[in-house]
């Protein structure tokens, strides 16, 4: 009987050609509506408002083809800088105040404290809260309780409120944008806190390294990646403050507190549909930057 040898030569053995997988039809079911709504409530009314940038529209009626004559006039416009200034200003500070209180609080609800559950749960409560009702909330207090409270103290500062005040303010609205925005933050440090193996801090435990050394050399570098991811989401989120501000100022006194999101609103009921369109345009431009850097800071990062 003959017997056949395989020779192995090294060589590698060719693969079968894979056979195409067979795409399901309820995944059409599902994506297809899904596309459909998501390009007619996002994708279109985006191109449309990025086309009317270039028109001299007011919302309706005639219009036509003027260039870059709204973005030349944008660029050079007191009050769309302003807004500018006073928004990257408001979320610079707010999301530094944030993260600050944020991390300290979950250092302390993760730690050996009773009720820890209790109060987790305490502290995302204004998470869940309309950012419009808690500002009607604070603008009474800081329009009738604070200064009550503080002309029966002698405090002249707080004896007038600080809502009334040009240069005071942008502080209450820093105030209240950070409590409601610190529960979110809350959470993802938390996650990050409970992430970090117990070992090691028994390790350091055995090595005499004390709390702050701990903090400093252990806790810190090993949620750096929530830090990045908590600083860059909440940076942009505060990009777009909106209704917090209108709900305590309107953008006032004056137009000292007023965002990029409210000159856009405020443009669009007024007769400036075009111009701010140019504005909206400008502003979507430097969101997709900073959502460019995002990525690339936190690209190979395994932070969840």
Same mark, same amino acid.
């Given at each position: 009987m003959a017997t056949t040898t395989l020779i192995n030569t090294g060589a590698p053995v060719p693969r079968p050609p894979r056979s195409r997988r067979r795409v399901e039809g309820v995944y059409y079911l599902f994506l297809?509506?899904?596309?459909?709504?998501?390009?007619?409530?996002?994708? !279109?009314? #985006? %191109?449309?408002?990025? $086309?009317?940038?270039?028109?001299?529209?007011? &919302?309706?009626g005639d219009w036509k083809f003027i260039g870059f004559t709204n973005y030349v006039a944008a660029f050079g416009d007191p009050a769309i800088l302003q807004s500018y200034l006073f928004t990257f200003g408001f979320a610079l500070?707010?999301?530094?105040?944030?993260?600050?209180?944020?991390?300290?609080?979950?250092?302390?609800l993760t730690g050996k404290i009773r009720l820890k559950t209790t109060l987790?749960?305490?502290?995302?409560?204004?998470?869940?809260?309309?950012?419009?009702?808690?500002?009607?909330?604070?603008?009474?207090?800081?329009?009738?309780?604070?200064?009550?409270?503080?002309?029966?103290?002698?405090?002249?500062?707080?004896?007038?409120?600080l809502l009334a005040s040009p240069d005071l303010a942008w502080i209450a609205i820093v105030i209240v944008t950070a409590w409601q925005a610190i529960p979110g933050t809350l959470l993802i440090y938390i996650a990050g !806190?409970? #992430? %970090?193996?117990?070992? $090691?801090?028994?390790?350091?435990?055995?090595? &005499?390294?004390?709390?702050?050394?701990?903090?400093r050399r252990?806790?810190?570098?090993?949620?750096?990646?929530?830090?990045?991811?908590?600083v860059i989401l909440?940076?942009?989120?505060?990009?777009?403050?909106?209704?917090?501000?209108?709900?305590?100022?309107?953008?006032?006194p004056g137009t000292s507190t007023r965002s990029i999101a409210m000159t856009i609103v405020t443009g669009f009921t007024g007769?400036?549909?075009?111009?701010?369109?140019?504005?909206?345009?400008?502003?979507?431009?430097i969101v997709i930057l900073i959502s460019l850097i995002q990525l690339r800071i936190t690209r190979g990062r395994n932070t969840f």
């Amino acid at each position: 009987m003959a017997t056949t040898t395989l020779i192995n030569t090294g060589a590698p053995v060719p693969r079968p050609p894979r056979s195409r997988r067979r795409v399901e039809g309820v995944y059409y079911l599902f994506l297809v509506p899904t596309l459909v709504l998501f390009s007619l409530a996002i994708t !279109l009314p #985006a %191109i449309i408002g990025i $086309v009317s940038s270039f028109t001299n529209s007011i &919302g309706f009626g005639d219009w036509k083809f003027i260039g870059f004559t709204n973005y030349v006039a944008a660029f050079g416009d007191p009050a769309i800088l302003q807004s500018y200034l006073f928004t990257f200003g408001f979320a610079l500070v707010t999301v530094i105040l944030v993260n600050a209180l944020a991390f300290l609080l979950a250092v302390g609800l993760t730690g050996k404290i009773r009720l820890k559950t209790t109060l987790r749960t305490v502290f995302v409560v204004p998470m869940v809260i309309s950012g419009i009702i808690i500002a009607f909330v604070f603008n009474f207090l800081f329009s009738n309780a604070l200064p009550a409270l503080g002309s029966a103290l002698g405090i002249d500062v707080l004896s007038t409120s600080l809502l009334a005040s040009p240069d005071l303010a942008w502080i209450a609205i820093v105030i209240v944008t950070a409590w409601q925005a610190i529960p979110g933050t809350l959470l993802i440090y938390i996650a990050g !806190l409970l #992430a %970090i193996p117990t070992e $090691v801090y028994e390790a350091a435990d055995l090595d &005499g390294a004390g709390r702050w050394q701990q903090l400093r050399r252990i806790t810190l570098p090993l949620v750096a990646g929530y830090v990045v991811i908590n600083v860059i989401l909440g940076f942009k989120n505060f990009l777009n403050a909106y209704d917090i501000i209108f709900g305590l100022t309107g953008g006032g006194p004056g137009t000292s507190t007023r965002s990029i999101a409210m000159t856009i609103v405020t443009g669009f009921t007024g007769g400036d549909y075009a111009y701010q369109m140019a504005n909206a345009t400008i502003f979507f431009v430097i969101v997709i930057l900073i959502s460019l850097i995002q990525l690339r800071i936190t690209r190979g990062r395994n932070t969840f």
